[in-house]
């Protein structure tokens, strides 16, 4: 038997319920989707659109083992880690190869490539698989909101672009308005931009969609970072007791939490939480970050030497500068962080074949 239920999140108020006792053959999963989507609608009094009918309708893949390996993909992605998004995009790669035109695979990709880009892999490397990846779920698919959302953000993150990545992410959210991809990305192209408020409110939005996103919770531009960015530390406190609940064994929410406490002054609780996500990923972006803990709390001899230590790193794994320029700026050595930044925008064709130097926040 299955049982599907619908429940408001925020007011923690049941719904709809409804039971299928019945033995299903695997092809018919498609069915029984489009049958709860349509009962649901009718639950809630909705009408839907003829677009809104036809996207329900269709079916993305014929192939189920592709669908079941998009579906494992998927869950890397949620995992929020390196080894998830890794992970995630040889689930795509095994789904594309089983169906060639499963555009929502494509979109997948393009998802783990744009998130692995200035963290593990260096952005002329991941971005350019971000866009195929992007540009292919359009062609297969223009009207999934995701392949939109994935080319504008390389739009605004990789070409500078920012008028026609805020043209596909609007198109995104055209499209699908309860997507939460498209509503994090456009957060954070506000974010971006300077306009906090707006960017919170259209993460919750994505919250009140999917509570438990991680992308929503802990990741790049998301709350945690946005809080940062916006200066509200306690608020970015707060959230990252939220995130640290939600994602016990991930570092992001950790580092959050850290730099929020940091942010607001409570520098030896800040130091102590960083040193816990230390002990779950030590990857050089990780230290950076702990370096400018570290200089920000008072202890510059600390945070000298482990600065020069993830310079030397840097010199053997790629890494995103910037981390390194922010703990310089912090040590009050605005000559060494200008050198940093111009690293940062450097093209260095040796960093192109290595990988292995970041992690997630």
Same mark, same amino acid.
């Given at each position: 038997?299955?049982?599907?239920?619908?429940?408001?999140?925020?007011? =923690?108020?049941?719904?709809?319920?409804?039971?299928?006792?019945?033995?299903?053959?695997?092809?018919?999963?498609?069915?029984?989707?489009?049958?709860?989507?349509?009962?649901?609608?009718?639950?809630?009094?909705?009408?839907?659109?003829?677009?809104?009918?036809?996207?329900?309708?269709?079916?993305?893949?014929?192939?189920?083992?592709?669908? =079941?390996?998009?579906?494992?993909?998927?869950?890397?992605?949620?995992?929020?880690?390196?080894?998830?998004?890794?992970?995630?995009?040889?689930?795509?790669?095994?789904?594309?190869?089983?169906?060639?035109?499963?555009?929502?695979?494509?979109?997948?990709?393009?998802?783990?490539?744009?998130?692995?880009?200035?963290?593990?892999?260096?952005?002329?490397?991941?971005?350019? @698989?971000?866009? =195929?990846?992007?540009?292919?779920?359009?062609?297969?698919?223009?009207?999934?909101?995701?392949?939109?959302?994935?080319?504008?953000?390389?739009?605004?993150?990789?070409?500078?672009?920012?008028?026609?990545?805020?043209?596909?992410?609007?198109?995104?959210?055209?499209?699908?308005?309860?997507?939460?991809?498209?509503?994090?990305?456009?957060?954070?192209?506000?974010?971006?931009?300077?306009?906090?408020?707006?960017?919170?409110?259209?993460?919750?939005?994505?919250?009140?969609?999917?509570?438990?996103?991680?992308?929503?919770?802990?990741?790049?531009?998301?709350?945690?970072?946005?809080?940062?960015?916006?200066?509200?530390?306690?608020?970015?406190?707060? @959230?990252?007791?939220?995130?640290?609940?939600?994602?016990?064994?991930?570092?992001?929410?950790?580092?959050?939490?850290?730099?929020?406490?940091?942010?607001?002054?409570?520098?030896?609780?800040?130091?102590?939480?960083?040193?816990?996500?230390?002990?779950?990923?030590?990857?050089?972006?990780?230290?950076?970050?702990?370096?400018?803990?570290?200089?920000?709390?008072?202890?510059?001899?600390?945070?000298?030497?482990?600065?020069?230590?993830?310079?030397?790193?840097?010199?053997?794994?790629?890494?995103?500068?910037?981390?390194?320029?922010?703990?310089?700026?912090?040590?009050?050595?605005?000559?060494?962080?200008?050198?940093?930044? =111009?690293?940062?925008?450097?093209?260095? @064709?040796?960093?192109?074949?290595?990988?292995?130097?970041?992690?997630?926040?």
């Amino acid at each position: 038997m299955i049982t599907f239920q619908l429940i408001d999140a925020s007011l =923690d108020e049941h719904l709809w319920a409804e039971s299928y006792e019945r033995v299903l053959e695997p092809a018919q999963i498609f069915d029984v989707q489009r049958d709860v989507a349509q009962r649901i609608a009718a639950s809630l009094e909705t009408r839907l659109t003829p677009e809104e009918e036809a996207r329900i309708a269709s079916v993305p893949t014929e192939d189920l083992e592709a669908y =079941d390996l998009y579906l494992r993909g998927r869950e890397g992605i949620q995992a929020g880690t390196i080894e998830g998004f890794n992970m995630a995009i040889d689930y795509f790669d095994q789904a594309i190869g089983r169906d060639p035109r499963y555009a929502p695979a494509y979109a997948g990709k393009a998802f783990a490539y744009a998130n692995l880009s200035n963290v593990t892999l260096p952005p002329l490397v991941a971005m350019p @698989e971000a866009k =195929d990846a992007a540009r292919r779920a359009m062609e297969l698919d223009p009207d999934l909101a995701e392949a939109h959302t994935w080319m504008g953000f390389a739009h605004i993150h990789f070409d500078w672009d920012w008028g026609a990545g805020e043209l596909e992410l609007r198109k995104a959210l055209e499209l699908n308005p309860n997507s939460t991809e498209a509503l994090w990305a456009y957060a954070g192209y506000l974010t971006l931009r300077g306009e906090f408020d707006q960017g919170l409110a259209y993460l919750e939005r994505a919250r009140e969609i999917d509570p438990s996103s991680f992308l929503v919770e802990s990741a790049f531009m998301g709350f945690q970072f946005t809080y940062f960015l916006a200066r509200r530390y306690e608020d970015g406190i707060a @959230e990252g007791a939220r995130a640290r609940e939600m994602f016990p064994n991930t570092p992001g929410p950790l580092f959050g939490l850290g730099i929020a406490l940091v942010g607001a002054g409570r520098f030896d609780d800040g130091v102590r939480v960083l040193e816990e996500a230390l002990r779950l990923d030590d990857s050089p972006v990780y230290q950076a970050w702990f370096a400018w803990a570290l200089a920000e709390s008072g202890r510059e001899p600390e945070a000298r030497a482990l600065l020069s230590k993830v310079e030397e790193i840097s010199d053997r794994l790629y890494m995103c500068k910037y981390e390194i320029a922010v703990a310089h700026v912090t040590l009050g050595q605005a000559d060494a962080a200008f050198e940093w930044l =111009d690293r940062a925008f450097e093209v260095d @064709e040796q960093e192109e074949d290595v990988g292995g130097g970041g992690s997630q926040t």
